[in-house]
């Protein structure tokens, strides 16, 4: 096995892919490749067996998804590419997505699950697929069945590979890939990768490169993280609107600059909202007297500028909002990470003005996953955001 250390091209564009997944790429919204996509991507067009190692969320789905398509665009109308999955929520979200980026494309992508009738499915596959997606036990009644047949398959994708054997999938995976040509691309995605896991990767990929995402920073795993777009004049008005929600109890506010943080405050205070600001400009006894404060839970908001982030240690907060979107991206996850560990479910949340946007794209490329973005409305600047 060989780890790839391939510097990431940034663009769809340069990764690649007919034009047709480009345009659905655009369709779909996206601005760059994530990080599992722009390893996995050229690896899995070469033909290379891949191991990635990525949790949901990180878009591994298009990763082995788009360079399939690329592949199987213009050939006969057989059954070519297999992905098996653990659950049938999966598998259902697996041909969604292949669906919407196989949009122009005449490709026909189906999906078996247990726990409906057979008759449709096998109507389905009886018409004619290019890409079958399904659970191990329902795929075996319809290969007994003589529904599908694997003699043109040139891709088998195995993923969530390590919750199909926590599942107990292990002899089914066997008893559907004896049936597999020997000759094909193996891909296997897993969240992580346990000895089961490893034997699995070592019986069916040849040669396989590992490509791994989320490891060198990744952000504290109990924190939920959501991009609110906002324009710049509307943060002060989204901060109150948040802070009437239940559960805002502690919530530590960022913003750029002191003079931004003394105006957030004064914001907060015309709405009786007991708010306090820690920045340079304030003595000694000031800010240890803000975060005494806060730390008793006299106010409910400290606003502090991203100076004094790192001096901070507070337990229990609930929330950390950034009013403003961190310069760097190691200053987002090392802040975030703050309410990690401090509180079990510490929720973060970022403003991100369209001036922002960009800066927010960074942060996610070095997190190696998309924040969600969440539209309030009557706030949100449109559809200019991000997603
Ligand atoms: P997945 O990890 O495959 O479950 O994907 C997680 C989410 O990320 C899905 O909702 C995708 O639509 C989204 N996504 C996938 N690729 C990208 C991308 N390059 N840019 C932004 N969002 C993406």
Redesign the pocket.
């Known amino acids: 096995m060989s780890t790839s250390t391939i510097e990431a091209p940034t663009t769809?564009e340069a990764l690649g892919l007919a034009p047709a997944l480009l345009e659905a790429?655009r369709d779909?919204?996206?601005?760059?490749?994530?990080p599992?996509?722009a390893q996995a991507i050229p690896l899995v067009l070469k033909g290379r067996d891949v191991i990635g190692l990525?949790?949901?969320?990180?878009?591994?789905?298009?990763?082995f998804t788009l360079p399939i398509i690329h592949r199987l665009l213009g050939g006969p109308r057989r059954l070519r590419a297999l992905v098996l999955t653990p659950t049938r929520e999966l598998t259902a979200?697996v041909k969604e997505?292949f669906a919407g980026y196989a949009r122009h494309t005449e490709l026909r992508v189906v999906d078996v699950f247990g726990g409906v009738a057979l008759g449709p499915q096998e109507q389905a596959l009886r018409r004619g697929v290019d890409v079958v997606i399904a659970t191990p036990g329902r795929l075996i009644d319809h290969m007994e069945r003589q529904n599908v047949v694997f003699d043109d398959l040139e891709v088998l994708v195995l993923d969530e590979a390590d919750r199909m054997l926590d599942m107990g999938f292990a002899p089914q995976i066997n008893r559907i890939v004896a049936e597999i040509p020997r000759y094909r691309q193996t891909l296997l995605f897993s969240a992580t990768m346990p000895p089961e896991v490893e034997a699995l990767a070592r019986k069916y990929l040849r040669r396989p490169t590992v490509v791994q995402v989320g490891r060198r920073t990744e952000a504290a795993s109990t924190v939920s993280h959501a991009v609110y777009p906002v324009p710049r004049e509307r943060k002060g008005a989204l901060l109150v609107e948040l802070l009437k929600r239940e559960g805002m109890d502690s919530v530590l506010v960022f913003t750029r600059t002191k003079h931004g943080a003394d105006k957030v405050v004064r914001t907060l205070q015309r709405e009786g909202i007991e708010a306090l600001a820690m920045h340079a400009d304030k003595t000694q006894a000031q800010r240890t007297e803000a975060l005494e404060k806060f730390k008793r839970g006299e106010i409910r908001v400290l606003v502090a500028t991203d100076i004094a982030q790192r001096g901070l240690d507070i337990a229990g907060i609930s929330h950390v909002i950034n009013y403003d979107v961190p310069g760097q991206p190691e200053d987002y996850v090392h802040r975030i990470g703050r309410t990690g560990r401090a509180a079990a479910t510490g929720d973060a949340f970022t403003f991100m003005a369209p001036d922002e946007i960009a800066m927010v794209r960074l942060i996610?490329r070095v997190l190696g996953?998309?924040i969600p973005r969440i539209s309030v409305p009557g706030y949100d600047f449109g559809t200019v955001a991000?997603?």
């Not at 779909?28 to 994530?34: I, K, Q, R, S």
């Open positions: 769809f790429v779909a919204g996206y601005a760059h490749p994530t599992i996509q990525a949790q949901t969320g990180t878009g591994k789905t298009a990763a979200q997505s996610e996953q998309p991000a997603d």
